[in-house]
């Protein structure tokens, strides 16, 4: 039961990873065509999303939280008991659940240092073809 569930998460955050950058590829490729003039903004942009793709399944699958299923537990008391952990529907669905909200916060917290660096750099840009433009 816990080899699937690693799985599923992958490819649960695998999946939301490439919707997610799916969805901003558009917004990634034009804002980078904008601040490099040169064919090499394509590169760029397929690097920042593969960054997103690494970022989102990473945070979205949470391997030390997942040792809580294969792991004891052992509890100090006056009974000393060792217990792992089962697999059941609701924390199947929890599971599931935090690996997706997991990955969006990766990829939100990605994007967010993404456009900070990018408005930056349009601002440099626009700065500059003011500065230099002649009249």
């Known amino acids: ?5 690693i799985i599923t998460t ?6 939301v ?3 997610v950058m799916w969805l901003f590829s558009s917004s990634i490729n034009q804002i980078l ?14 690097y920042t999303k593969f960054s997103g793709m690494v970022v989102g399944t990473s945070s979205g699958i949470r391997i030390y939280d997942m040792e809580k299923y294969i792991t004891p537990i052992s509890y100090n008391g006056e009974n ?5 952990l089962e697999l059941t529907e609701q924390r ?6 935090r ?3 997991e990955t969006l916060q990766g990829l939100a917290w990605m994007m967010l240092l993404f456009f900070m660096v990018a408005l930056i750099a349009y601002v440099i840009v626009r700065w500059s073809e003011m ?4 009249p």
């Open 1 to 5: 039961m816990f080899y699937y569930l």
């Open 10 to 15: 992958f490819i649960l955050a695998l999946s």
């Open 17 to 19: 990873s490439w919707l």
């Open 33 to 46: 065509a904008r601040i490099i003039h040169d064919p090499i903004h394509q590169a760029w942009a397929k």
């Open 80 to 84: 000393q008991k060792t217990v792992i």
């Open 92 to 97: 199947w669905f929890l599971e599931i659940y």
């Open 99 to 101: 690996t997706i909200i």
């Open 131 to 134: 500065k230099y433009k002649k």
